[in-house]
Each structure stands twice: as structure tokens, then as C-alpha cells.
């Protein structure tokens, strides 16, 4: 089994695209990328570029995201643009 954690505790503003290359790069290009799901992994079939911006509720801790996709009206702060990653 190979365990390659990519993130953790000294991530604090989230992963970038840099990041998670250089930890991909030393993965087996064969492996399957999965996200997880409510009640088990699915398979990652989608990745996509777009803006996203902050919900104005303070979500930390929580399972609901704190961020949205634009357009959302339920927005507040800086605006800018993320890889989203979809099962």
C-alpha cells in the first residue's frame, strides 16, 4: 500500500495546484484518483477551473463548504480562482 498524505495540519490556506503536482508526480500514473463521498470514495471524474468567494457564514469545522462557486448571491470577500475537483 502506498500512503503519500498530501496536505495536513501545516496547510493552512488550502492546497495549491503546486503542491498537489509535486505530490502526484511520485504516484504511479496508474492509480485512480478518488474523492471522498457520504458513505464510502467515488471515483474523480471532473476537474474544472473557476471563481469561487467565501460564504459570509463561518462554516470551520462543519461539512459544509466554506466557499461558493460563482455566481452565488451568498458571497462576501475576495473573489478568485480555484481547481474543482468532482466525482
Not at 495546484?17 to 470514495?41: C, F, K, N, R, S
Not at 461558493?68 to 468532482?86: I, M, N, Y
Amino acid at each position: 500500500m502506498i500512503t503519500n498524505d498530501i496536505g495536513g495540519e501545516n496547510i493552512s490556506q488550502g492546497l495549491t495546484v503546486a503542491q498537489l503536482i509535486a505530490h502526484l508526480q511520485v504516484l504511479p500514473p496508474d492509480l485512480y484518483v478518488m474523492v471522498p463521498a457520504e458513505g464510502g470514495v467515488n471515483h474523480l471524474c471532473k476537474a474544472r477551473v473557476t471563481d469561487v468567494a467565501r460564504h459570509p457564514r463561518d462554516w470551520t469545522r462543519t461539512p459544509v463548504g466554506q466557499f461558493r462557486e460563482l455566481p452565488q448571491d451568498e458571497t462576501v470577500g475576495e473573489v478568485f480562482s480555484a481547481v474543482l475537483l468532482e466525482f
